[in-house]
Structures are given as C-alpha cells and as structure tokens.
C-alpha cells in the first residue's frame, strides 16, 4: 500500500486500483460507479483494492479539494404558469441536459417568480450550494446577476440586459429575425404592419422591437405607435395587445407577434373578428415552436436555435466553473431563420 502512495506522490488513481485488483481502467470505474454489469469476485477485488489504497473518486475529490459541489443551478426569474406554459423553457432544459449528459454535474432547477422565492433562492446562492448558475429570462432591474458577481460564482444568463451587458451571454439574433419577419411582410404587399411585443424591459425584447422599426423605415413605411401593442410573452397578453391594435388601427393588414404564444392569442381575437389568415391580416410569430406548427393556419415563424442556446451557455459555464474561461466573458449570439408557412 505504502508503494503505491510513493509511486503516486500523492492521492492513489483510478489506475493503481485496476492495477491492484488486476483489471482494466474501464472495469474499475463501473465498480466504483456502481453499475450491476460486473461479476461478483471482479467487485470483491476492486472494492478491496479502492479500501487498501485509500482511493478517493475524482468527483469527490474535487468537491474536497476545492470546495466544489458538481451541481449546476438552472434559474428561471419567473411564475411556475409561464414556465411550464412556455415552450421555449423546455427547449432551453433540453440543451442543458443535453450537454451535461457526459459530465458528473448535477442540474439543479429554480423557479423564482415572487420575491419570498427570490429570498430563499438568494440565501441558497450565498451558502455556495451549487457552482455556478445559468439564468434565463433575465429582467433588466433583475438584481440576481449582481449578487452573483459579488459572490463570485460562475454565471451565464440567456440574453444581454443590455447593450453593455458585463457577464457571459448567449442569445439568438432578435434584431435580425424580427426584421426578417417584417421585411417578409412588406414584401407580399402588407403596408400596416403592426406588432406585439413582448416585455420591454426584457432586451431580447426590445431588439426585436428596434428589428420591426428598421424594417419599416427601410421600406420607406411611417412609423406609427398606434401599430405597437405591449404584452408579456403569454397568449392572454397577445389576445389583449391584439384588442388594442384592432380598436385603434381596424386597417391593419399585418401583425409580428414576439412570439409564438402571443401570436396564438392574436389569432383567436382576429378569428372573432371575422378576420380571415392570412387573407385580410398576415401573421407572424417568434421562437418556431410545437405552437406554430399545430396552429390553423400553420404559423409563419422566426425559429431561434434554442436547444442550442441552452447547449452553449452550459459550456461557457463549465468552462468558467473549470478556470479555463478568459479575461473577457463572451457574448454569442446565435443565428434566427423565417420559417414561412400559410399564415403569411
């Protein structure tokens, strides 16, 4: 036992075990993992030589050497009713598990919609429960993103806050799809283009705002503030900004929702309207999710690689968790795409 501390220098490896129960490296690990797909003596051997050795697993090791919990949060600053009402959250769960799925980290998901969540979830992040934390949906006058900078714990939040946003970002490209959307619009003769948007203070949604008014003023379109409705990113909002639009502009050919859901609220209001699609009023949503493609009609759609944004903000994190992030955090911004269908 003494030889193999010297040999080593230090903590025994993986290695020394299999070499001390006379098996190979793979062997090993699915013994000390706990997987059934081993013999009996092959476990009697390994077991004896992880307790003769000293062997300590590299996952708890590092969690002893360095104060490491290999657990991940992911934080959603909003109600339980929006997330699961949502496709989009799911998307972004999705690629997170995605590219946790060949690591020893643990995923930890936090829905914090009311300040006595906000609470408890502040006082969980000060104990260090977790090593880093992925934030998405993140308001402007969200204070989370600071606490975790005076905590110094690794974060990447979905989405800048703003243009001069300081933590590690990733985000799809709302300018360049909203005004992708629109510029389809104008192209099939829509000349009263108006919009939803979502919650303002929310940047992804402002982007997607300024994408709609450079559209139109490339087009050589007046604006007109009567054309924009606020919501919130739910169909109820989209039904009530849908209400607005037709009481103050009943001439509107066209409508970009900010997103899918909005959009499907939009619909049924045009529907009792006796508002035909996309005959008398085009429509367009945002996100290309499972809502778009079971609408009637099927929704024109600006589809976000949302998968892949939750993919890499879980990669910048476990870079940042793992020391090998640089000086500067990155922001990425991934690319949208129109997906016409017959609503437009």
């Given amino acids: 036992m003494a030889a ?16 001390r129960a006379g098996v190979g490296r793979g062997t090993a690990s699915r013994v000390i993992n706990g997987s059934p797909r081993v013999s009996e003596a092959t476990r009697e051997a390994v077991e004896a030589a992880v307790a003769e050795l000293g062997y300590v697993p590299n996952r708890a090791a590092r969690a002893l050497a360095g104060n490491r919990t290999d657990a991940i949060a992911l934080v959603v600053p909003e109600p339980e009713t929006r997330f699961f009402a949502e496709p989009y959250f799911s998307a972004i769960v999705r690629g997170v598990g ?40 993140v308001h402007a006058d969200d204070p989370l ?56 203070e929310v940047y992804g949604a402002q982007r997607r705002l300024d994408g709609y008014r450079a559209a139109l003023a490339a087009a050589g379109l007046p604006p007109d503030e009567r054309l924009i409705a606020p919501a919130d990113f739910t169909e109820e909002g989209g039904a009530r900004a849908m209400r607005e639009l037709l009481s103050r502009r009943p001439d509107l050919d066209a409508v970009f929702a900010a997103s899918d859901v909005m959009a499907a609220g939009a619909r049924q209001v045009l529907r009792e ?62 690319p949208t795409e129109l997906v016409v269908r017959e609503s437009s």
Avoid: K, W
């Fill in 4 to 19: 193999a501390r010297v040999r080593n220098g230090g903590r025994p490896t993986l290695e020394e075990v299999a070499a």
């Fill in 273 to 334: 309207a006796d508002r035909r699609i996309p005959e008398d009023v085009a429509l367009i949503g945002f996100d290309d999710s499972v809502v778009a493609r079971h609408m009637h009609p099927p929704l024109t759609s600006v589809r976000q690689p949302i998968e892949e944004m939750g993919r890499r903000m879980t990669q910048l994190l476990l870079e940042e968790i793992a020391g090998r992030a640089g000086e500067e955090r990155p922001t990425v911004v991934l």
């Fill in 145 to 200: 993103p600071e606490l975790l900078e005076q905590l110094g714990m690794p974060c990447v939040i979905s989405g800048a806050r703003h243009a001069a946003e300081p933590l590690a970002s990733v985000d799809s490209d709302n300018f360049g799809g909203a005004r992708a959307a629109v510029d389809h619009l104008i192209s099939r003769g829509r000349r009263q283009v108006a919009t939803i948007t979502g919650r303002l």
């Fill in 98 to 137: 995605a590219a946790l799925a060949d690591t020893d980290m643990q995923l930890l998901l936090t829905l914090a919609g009311n300040d006595r969540e906000r609470r408890r979830l502040a006082q969980y992040l000060t104990a260090h429960r977790v090593d880093g934390v992925l934030l998405v949906a």
